[in-house]
Each structure stands twice: as structure tokens, then as C-alpha cells.
């Protein structure tokens, strides 16, 4: 049953990720965290995390390893094969009437429809993320002596090397993690 689950579960978040990894990530979260309760949000961050980390779309890592927590290696497969089964799909559905009425103004329009609705949700996924990494809590239950003044640091300092010196963005999520442990270290969170 739960293999079952899991199949229906990323085929849903394969079939409506319209606009890749990001925009899929409030998808993500509604199925496995609100719904089926697979993960907390805490976990969700990490596996997102993660995902981001390792090579491949943040939607099929993140499909991996969410089948792997839930049902091992079976459940792994089963729900990487659930993400990428839409979209195989719908790519050769697509391709099919993309060639035959590419010229066609109608689907001209559709097509420049879509791209508010990809940045609403890329929009949400960031906020929904920043949130977590802030204040470790969700949107509706933001509280200012909450905040986590480190993770606030390490992004500002990431952000600022990434647009003044156009640093290799591995290099700076490696020295943000060094440094990270460092700070929550000596602040007293770890250990």
C-alpha cells in the first residue's frame, strides 16, 4: 500500500511541477508533509537541502530520498519512477502538438501565461524555505525573538560574495557550512 502512496504522490508532484525544482517545492511539502506526514518541516528543509546539494532536479532527489526514508530501496524506485513517469508523459504529448501548431497564437499566449504563475510559486518556495532557515518554524508563526541571527549571517555573507565577486556557488555553500559549524559551535548549539 504504501508503495501505492508513494507512486500517487510524485506522480501528482510530477504531473503539476510546471517550471522545474523550485516551483515544485510547495507541492513537495503539501504531499509529504501536510497529507501523508512522511516528514516534518524540519526534515523537508533538510531533504531539500540535500537535494540542492546533489547532482539532478531538486523534484526526483528529493522523490529518492523521501522513497528511500519511507519504504528503502523499493520505495526509493518506486517514487523516482512516480516523478518522472508524468513528464515523460506530457513531453512527448507536447512535442507532438508543439510541432505541429507552433505557430499557432493561441498557444503563443498560453505559454507567456504561464511564466506569472512559475514565478508565484518559485516566489512561495523561497519564502517558505527562508522562513524555515530563520526562524525554524512555518510562515503564520514567525516570532522576532525567535530568529536565528547565524543563519541570517551565513545568507547575507553567501549572497554578498555571490554578487560582488561571482564566487563558485560550491565554494560558498562549502564555506558556509564550515563556517556555520563554526559559529553554532561556539554559540553553543552543537555539542
Known amino acids: 500500500m504504501i508503495y501505492l502512496e508513494l507512486l500517487w504522490s510524485f506522480f501528482q508532484i510530477g504531473l503539476f511541477s510546471i517550471g522545474g525544482g523550485y516551483a515544485?517545492?510547495?507541492?513537495?511539502?503539501?504531499?509529504?508533509?501536510?497529507?501523508?506526514?512522511?516528514l516534518n518541516l524540519t526534515e523537508f528543509a533538510d531533504i531539500i537541502s540535500i537535494s540542492q546539494m546533489t547532482p539532478g532536479p531538486i523534484a526526483i532527489n528529493s522523490a529518492t530520498f523521501v522513497g528511500m526514508r519511507i519504504a528503502g530501496l523499493a520505495g526509493a524506485i518506486v517514487a523516482t519512477t512516480g516523478c518522472v513517469l508524468p513528464s515523460c508523459i506530457i513531453v512527448v504529448i507536447l512535442a507532438r502538438l508543439y510541432l505541429k501548431y507552433k505557430e499557432m497564437a493561441l498557444l503563443k499566449g498560453i505559454l507567456k501565461g504561464l511564466r506569472p504563475?512559475?514565478?508565484?510559486?518559485?516566489?512561495?518556495?523561497?519564502?517558505?524555505i527562508a522562513v524555515l532557515a530563520f526562524w525554524n518554524t512555518t510562515v503564520d508563526a514567525?516570532?522576532?525573538?525567535?530568529?536565528d541571527g547565524i543563519a541570517i549571517f551565513l545568507f547575507a555573507a553567501g549572497l554578498f560574495v555571490l554578487r560582488k565577486w561571482k564566487a563558485d556557488p560550491i565554494y560558498v555553500m562549502v564555506a558556509s557550512?564550515?563556517?556555520?559549524?563554526?559559529?553554532y559551535a561556539l554559540a553553543g548549539y552543537l555539542f
Not at 557550512?177 to 559559529?183: P, T
Request: glycine share 12%; hydrophobic share 60%.
Open 117 to 128: 504563475a512559475i514565478i508565484a510559486l518559485i516566489a512561495s518556495a523561497g519564502v517558505t
Open 177 to 183: 557550512g564550515v563556517a556555520g559549524l563554526g559559529l
Open 24 to 38: 515544485a517545492m510547495p507541492i513537495i511539502q503539501h504531499q509529504v508533509v501536510d497529507l501523508h506526514g512522511w
Open 142 to 147: 514567525i516570532r522576532l525573538a525567535d530568529t
